[in-house]
């Protein structure tokens, strides 16, 4: 399975940018999928989570009521808006495809990862 991440840029702080995250073949539709993102110099951390269905979410507090989780299963993609973007929300960010149904915020808990890309937010 192959998950290819894209969107990331250079955006101005307060500024939005919006994440898409497409699998090679029809995995998604079973299966969570989350967001992390990692900063230099820093672990990899959870930022948004979307169960198979997409009727649950879960978010990290440092992105809630910033960003939002969407997916569509007939393009077997998923999506994180990100909005009201902060200097601290530089990082590269990862698509990830969970173990389990209801998604998951647990690096332990990912099947697949996407190959990153990078949002860079200025100040």
């Known amino acids: 399975v192959q998950l290819q991440a894209s969107g990331g840029g250079l955006v101005q702080t307060g500024g939005s940018l919006r994440l898409s995250c497409t699998a090679s073949?029809?995995?998604?539709?079973?299966?969570?999928v989350g967001w992390f993102r990692q900063a230099l110099g820093r672990e990899r951390e959870f930022v948004a989570t979307?169960?198979?269905?997409?009727?649950?979410?879960s978010y990290a507090e440092s992105v809630k009521g910033r960003f939002t989780i969407s997916r569509d299963n007939a393009k077997n993609t998923v999506y994180l808006q990100m909005d009201s973007l902060k200097p601290e929300d530089t990082a590269v960010y990862y698509c990830?495809?969970?173990?389990?149904?209801?998604?998951?915020?647990?690096?332990?808990?990912?099947?697949?990862w996407g190959q990153g890309t990078l949002v860079t937010v200025s100040s």
């Open positions: 990830a495809v969970s173990r389990y149904a209801s998604g998951t915020s647990q690096v332990s808990n990912v099947q697949y």
């Open positions: 073949k029809r995995t998604f539709s079973n299966n969570g």
């Open positions: 979307i169960s198979w269905s997409g009727s649950a979410t």
